[in-house]
């Protein structure tokens, strides 16, 4: 080997360790959360975390930040979307409980991407991988509009995929959101019981409504697939 040669493998051979370390860091880290998470799990109560959150005066930005983590250590996002009613109200909670879904999916695709890069053929995950990679946005938000489907499991196992960023995006806005407005929508009524107020059976129906057509939908889509 030349001089050359061994000076550029030994300059290649830290940015493997360091890649393998930030991969092993990154998984320790999910791993110890998602533990943290199941061990402190009677906490997850929607009012005792809007109640944490409504202290700080940049709210807003604390429940994305709090959805971010939620999504990554498999945290039910419908608890977060009725934290947003709760907090916000129907109209900024939708808005805000939909940028903190989209954020933590995109923040889950991106920790899967980065996990598994350099791994030769994982994208590779069956038929259903390949059908959601041919379907594009459309199959991502079919895939969203499953109930039983986890949001965090949806958001690691999409980013094993070989789905662009922007249609992984995209499709999960648009799946998500009938769920979204659904519990932001029941939330926002809760609240309103809370505090004594009269006009809480609008968002009750409306978070129904929202409700019965998220399930609504992939139960015709599945029936026009067959």
């Known amino acids: 080997m030349t001089a050359r040669g061994g000076g550029l493998t030994n300059a290649v051979l830290p940015l493997v360790g360091l890649r393998r370390a930030s991969r092993l860091a990154l998984l320790g880290f999910l791993a110890a959360g998602a533990v943290a998470a199941w061990h402190w799990r009677t906490v997850f109560d929607p009012a005792t975390i809007s109640a944490a959150i409504a202290r700080y005066p940049i709210a807003p930005l604390g429940f994305l930040a709090v959805h971010i983590a939620a999504s990554l250590l498999f945290v039910p996002r419908t608890i977060l979307a009725i934290v947003a009613g709760l907090l916000f109200g129907v109209g900024w909670g ?74 992984y995006a995209l499709g999960s806005f648009l799946g998500q959101l009938p769920m979204t407005i659904a519990y932001v929508d029941l939330g926002a009524a809760g609240e309103r019981l809370l505090v004594g107020g009269a006009n809480w059976v609008e968002p009750t129906l409306i978070g129904i409504a929202a409700l019965s057509l998220s399930l609504l939908i992939p139960a015709i889509g599945h029936r026009r697939a067959r």
């Open 94 to 167: 939708i808005v805000w409980a939909a940028s903190g879904s989209v954020a933590g999916a995109v923040a889950g695709f991106l920790a899967a991407r980065h996990l598994s890069s350099g791994l030769d053929d994982l994208g590779q995950l069956g038929s259903v991988a390949a059908q959601v990679e041919r379907g594009g946005w459309r199959a991502v938000a079919m895939l969203r509009l499953i109930p039983v489907m986890p949001h965090s499991v949806a958001n690691y196992g999409l980013g094993l995929t070989k789905l662009t960023l922007s249609s």
